[in-house]
């Protein structure tokens, strides 16, 4: 970022004192904002487009106009660009180039509209995209998470509840739970960008302008589904850029959560997986370690995208109508949760395919903490105990479990008999851990067969 230019202000005309040279510093945008070219030379070329469509400026202008933009995006794509902090923001920085390329005509482009209507235009064209590829990496991961549960969809792994072991559950239906917390993200995604959708264009300052301008066109060339209806909402509310970041926190709080499983699977003491050794780090001291570098930082990150969602409530609490200057505060964190959304979608997408588990491990943590003791108060339940009771028994069938270091299918007939007279030899096929997880056989629950039918639902939704 240079300083070339003399700093010839728009609004030099009221003004007989040059900016204050940290001023000019601390109000300038460009160091950020610079990252809205494309869309703030998108919205000037429908701009300008419209303008001749109505015959405020004539069609040559519009177009001299349209081809100068496009060079300076081509320059500013070449790496070429001069960024003016001068000229404090990314729309001034390319009006100014413009008018230093085409001339007079570059200054008829801002009839009929104002920074305030631009920027939040410029925003939403951003978010739009950003959102259309943040769902498409967020299917790549959907869709990891199918392919991995279709896999181990016969796959028994213990099921916790309070970190205790609770019941058998299929690994492929616990894939498939993170599955269906990512499938409302990209509902929550999709809903945000219909909001998102919305033209602040032709809102002009905060009025509107005297200029009889074609809103529906800009609107059409743009792609936006129907201009903002009201001016001053139009350039001051940011409430599209907290819903967002808002669905953003909750991918992240979800990412978050399916990093700390990862995280205890892949130690020594639950040793459930293996993540492969180009998502880890090691140690610079201790030779033996494989260190889960990518789901601890992914757990790390997400604190920053719920922080930025904060920051932008602040923000914009207590604002006033309309525009204010406090709004250039909110491109930092909205920039940086899609980035930090981005990337962590991303090396999820890549990661969870590879994931190797380790079969014998977790069907042997599956094996202790008594994790078919449910499935044996309901068998006695079938035999005509109330429920109640049948906890009470298989209570104590625990209690001389433990103490004789047995699970419950490891006791004889005999010894469980002790318990209740109800019991008879059909009760170890209750007490393995495939009956029990087979027992689960209903819509929603962890049944292979039922597993196989989540998977197709889910591939249905995911190719809808
Ligand atoms: N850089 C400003 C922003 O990000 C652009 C709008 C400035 N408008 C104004 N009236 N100063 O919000």
Not at 24 to 32: H, L, Q, V
Not at 159 to 168: C, S
Not at 174 to 188: C, F, P, T, V
């Amino acid at each position: 970022m240079t300083d070339s230019k003399p700093a010839a202000k728009p609004w030099g005309g009221r003004f007989t004192e040059s900016t204050d040279a940290f001023v000019e510093e601390f109000t300038a945008s460009i160091r950020f904002d610079h990252r809205l070219y494309r869309q703030d030379i998108a919205g000037s070329i429908a701009h300008a487009r419209m303008l001749a469509h109505v015959g405020i400026i004539s069609a040559d202008e519009a177009g001299t106009i349209s081809a100068g933009l496009e060079d300076i995006q081509a320059e500013i794509e070449r790496g070429e660009f001069d960024w003016s902090v001068a000229l404090e923001d990314i729309h001034m920085n390319i009006e100014a180039r413009l008018i230093e390329r085409v001339g007079e005509t570059g200054k008829k482009l801002h009839t009929g509209r104002s920074r305030n209507d631009q920027v939040a235009t410029d925003l939403r064209l951003y978010l739009r995209d950003e959102i259309d590829a943040l769902c498409t990496v967020l299917h790549r991961l959907q869709t990891a998470l199918v392919d991995v549960a279709e896999r181990e969809a016969d796959t028994i792994m213990p099921g916790f509840t309070h970190l205790q072991v609770a019941m058998p559950i299929s690994f492929g239906h616990h894939m498939l739970a993170w599955e269906a917390m990512l499938a409302r993200d990209h509902e929550r995604l999709l809903d945000c960008r219909k909001r998102v959708n919305v033209m602040p264009l032709g809102a002009a300052a905060l009025a509107g302008t005297s200029f009889p301008i074609d809103r529906a066109y800009s609107a059409q060339l743009l792609g936006f589904d129907a201009p903002a209806g009201n001016s001053l909402d139009a350039v001051s509310d940011r409430d599209f850029v907290i819903e967002f970041c808002a669905a953003a926190s909750l991918i992240m709080m979800h990412l978050s959560r399916f990093s700390e499983e990862l995280i205890l699977w892949s130690s020594a003491q639950f040793n459930f997986i293996e993540l492969p050794d180009r998502f880890c780090t090691g140690s610079s001291i201790m030779p033996q370690k494989k260190n889960p570098d990518v789901p601890e930082l992914v757990r790390g990150k997400s604190g920053r995208v719920t922080g930025h969602l904060i920051s932008l409530l602040m923000l914009m609490k207590g604002q006033p109508l309309a525009y204010n200057k406090d709004n250039q505060e909110d491109k930092e964190p909205l920039f940086d949760s899609v980035d930090t959304l981005a990337g962590s979608l991303r090396v999820f997408a890549d990661m969870v395919p590879a994931i190797e588990v380790n079969h014998t491990a977790m069907a042997a943590a599956a094996q202790q903490g008594f994790s078919t003791a449910t499935d044996l108060a309901d068998y006695l339940v079938r035999k005509g105990i109330a429920f109640r009771d049948a906890h009470e028994i298989v209570g104590r069938a625990v209690r001389f479990g433990i103490d004789e270091g047995k699970d419950l299918s490891e006791m004889t007939l005999e010894q469980l008999q002790t318990f209740s007279g109800s019991i008879e030899a059909d009760v170890f096929e209750v007490l393995s851990l495939t009956g029990s997880m087979a027992a689960r056989n209903h819509a929603g629950g962890t049944a292979p067969a039922q597993v196989t039918a989540a998977i197709a639902a889910a591939r249905q939704r995911l190719t809808r």
